[in-house]
Each structure stands twice: as C-alpha cells, then as structure tokens.
C-alpha cells in the first residue's frame, strides 16, 4: 500500500510539473489552433500516378502495414486520393487506404491534442494570466460555438478521437475510398455541405450538398470538428468525457455514440464496430507520426 500510494504521488508531482512547465510554454509562445481553423501548409507535392505507385512509394519509406513497435507513422499529408483504389488487389486496396489515411489522422489529433493541452494549463494556473490567453479563450470557444468562455465545456467539446474509429467511418463512408465524393472531392465522411461551406458536390437527384475539401487532411479535421460540435453528437462526447479519464477510449467504445451519424441508427454502430473487429482498427490508437517534417503526395488525375 505504502508504495502504491507513493507512485501516486510521484506521478501527481510529474503532472503538475508538467503543468507548469505547459503554462510557461503557453505564455511565451503562440497558443496552438485548432487544425479546422490553422491547416498544415500545403507544400511542393510528390506527384503520385496512382495507387500502385502509392504502395511502392510507402515501402521505399519503409512505411508497412502491420507497423513495427513502437507503432510509428511517417508524416506524409495527402492532397487527393488515387482515383484506381477499386483496381487493386483487395489486401492491396484495404492495406493502402489505411496507410493513406491514418498519418492525416494523427496529424490532426496532435493539433487538437496542444490545444486541449493549453486549455488544462490555463485551467490549473486557475485562468489566463495575460491578455493574450483571455483574446485565445474567446477566439476557441466563439470556433466550438460554445457562448461564453467556460473551460470545463471547451474541455468537453475539444479532444482527440480514436484512430480506429476515425477509419472505421473513412471505411464505411466512403467505400474503402473508392466513392466519387471521395475520388473527385477528397469527402470521406458523407457530411453534408455546412451553410456558408462554398465547395460541395451533390448526389445524383441533386437533393443533397456533400461537403468537398482541398485535402484529405482538411477533410479529416473538418468531420472531426463536426463530431466535436453538434448536437447530435452530444451522447459521444459525453460518452468520450467519461471513459477517457480511466483509459484512453477505444473506438470500438465510442461509435456507441454515433446512432446519430446515420439513418440506420444501430445498424450503423454494428457495422462500425464489425469492421474495426475485423481488420483490427483499434490496433492503430498508439500509433505515432515519426515527427512533424510534413511530406505531401498528390495523384495525377
């Protein structure tokens, strides 16, 4: 008990210094944003002809799938998808989506992980300190459309999602990738073009705007947004705020909160969870980009 109770402690010592050590980072240099609201630049790309040239440039990076331990990712950013994922072989197709996909993922959870990591500094230093802190809280929650600044709400709406099930919905969404919204609008998710959104493309009735994205990466941050803001998804952030403190969430946990994302209510969250048990999704929550030197790869089309 007595050494239980002192690893405790020492661990409690190590987070506050943490702690204030993140609020001198905080004060002295410029508080993070939100990747939805400061995207990663877009530099010269690597032009890509297409999938298959996709696969071959992934091993010359020495970047495969299962990924060695420690579970790193190197940090190449994608520009567009390649239109012929359907023409390879299915292990090839499934495989190369995942490895596409997954360092744009990461990229936008670390964004969102500094952000969550300078509103707790803020909230143990018992508040902003400066005025810069005070214009920051304001500028994150006016973004969240949160009201009044209130740090333990921001805390609730502001936070990572699982790598397994961000895929999972990637997956199911959009074919494997292979959807038009997908090949021609970089939209992996099926959102529906937000009011104001001016880039959409439509279904085939014409009835419903599909929001469309610059990058994938936009894309992913734009869905990750949507599920860390709406009301309908009210139940998983709840859901997210009280697993989270025990355990890092799972995704296989969490898709219990997306009835909402679909028509088909539970059927959805099934399906969700029978792909993430099948082609081991939650496997890729550890994962980590191997440093933020971003590359980005562009497909001919």
């Known amino acids: 008990m007595v050494s239980v109770m002192y690893k405790s402690m020492k661990n409690k010592i190590l987070y506050f210094i943490l702690l204030m050590f993140c609020s001198l980072a905080v004060a002295k240099d410029d508080l993070p944003l939100p990747p939805d609201m400061q995207p990663i630049p877009v530099t010269a790309a690597i032009d890509l002809s297409d999938a ?8 010359e990076q020495h970047y495969q799938l299962p990924l060695a331990k420690p579970p790193i990712v190197p940090p190449i950013l994608t520009k567009n998808l390649p239109e012929n994922f359907h023409a ?118 014409g009835r419903i705007k599909v929001a469309s994205y610059d990058t994938v990466y936009q894309g992913v941050a734009a869905y990750i947004y949507n599920l860390n803001t709406q009301a309908s998804y009210a139940s998983f952030r709840q859901l997210r705020a009280t697993l989270s403190p025990s355990a890092a969430a799972s995704g296989y946990q ?48």
Do not use: C
């Not at 298959?52 to 091993?59: G, I, P, Q, S």
């Not at 021609?184 to 001016?198: I, M, T, V």
């Not at 496997?283 to 497909?299: G, K, P, V």
């Open 254 to 301: 969490l898709v219990a909160g997306l009835r909402h994302y679909s028509a088909h209510g539970w059927d959805y969250v099934n399906d969700l969870r029978a792909l993430i048990n099948h082609h081991h999704l939650d496997s890729y929550d550890d994962a980590e980009l191997q440093s933020h030197d971003w590359q980005w790869i562009e497909f001919s089309r």
């Open 88 to 205: 390879l072989p299915h292990q090839a197709a499934t495989t190369g989506f995942i490895q596409l996909l997954l360092p744009n993922i990461l990229a936008v959870n670390d964004q969102l992980k500094r952000v969550r990591q300078a509103l707790l500094a803020i909230k143990h230093a018992g508040g902003p300190k400066i005025a810069a802190e005070t214009a920051w809280l304001k500028k994150i929650s006016f973004h969240y459309q949160l009201g009044a600044v209130d740090i333990n709400k921001m805390l609730l709406h502001i936070d990572a999602i699982p790598v397994g099930m961000v895929l999972a919905q990637a997956i199911d969404e959009s074919g494997w990738g292979t959807s038009r919204f997908a090949r021609q609008g970089d939209a992996l998710f099926g959102e529906h073009s937000p009011k104001g959104w001016p880039y959409y493309m439509t279904t085939a009735h």
């Open 52 to 59: 298959n040239a996709m696969l071959t440039y992934f091993a």
